[in-house]
């Protein structure tokens, strides 16, 4: 009798075992265990200054990408 393979669910029963989740999730863990890595944690008015920043260009850059989006529709 021939033996028969198992059923071929899609593209992701083809991928290697490296790229399976848990090899993805480890990676960040091994990493950190270094020592060289470490940082010294940023003042509390730095970290809040850096947070207004990233909310700042958030926000810029979705009225510019609404503003393309209208331009777009008007065409």
């Known amino acids: 009798m021939a033996k028969s393979k198992p059923p ?3 593209p992701m029963s083809m991928q290697p075992i490296e790229h399976s989740l848990t090899v993805r999730n480890q990676l960040p863990t091994m990493m950190s265990t270094r020592g060289e890595d470490k940082r010294t944690p940023l003042p509390k008015n730095q970290q809040a200054r850096m947070e207004a920043v990233r909310v ?12 393309k989006q209208r331009q777009a529709q008007e065409r």
């Open 56 to 67: 700042a260009r958030a926000r810029i850059m979705r009225r510019n990408s609404l503003r």
């Open 8 to 10: 071929s669910i899609g």
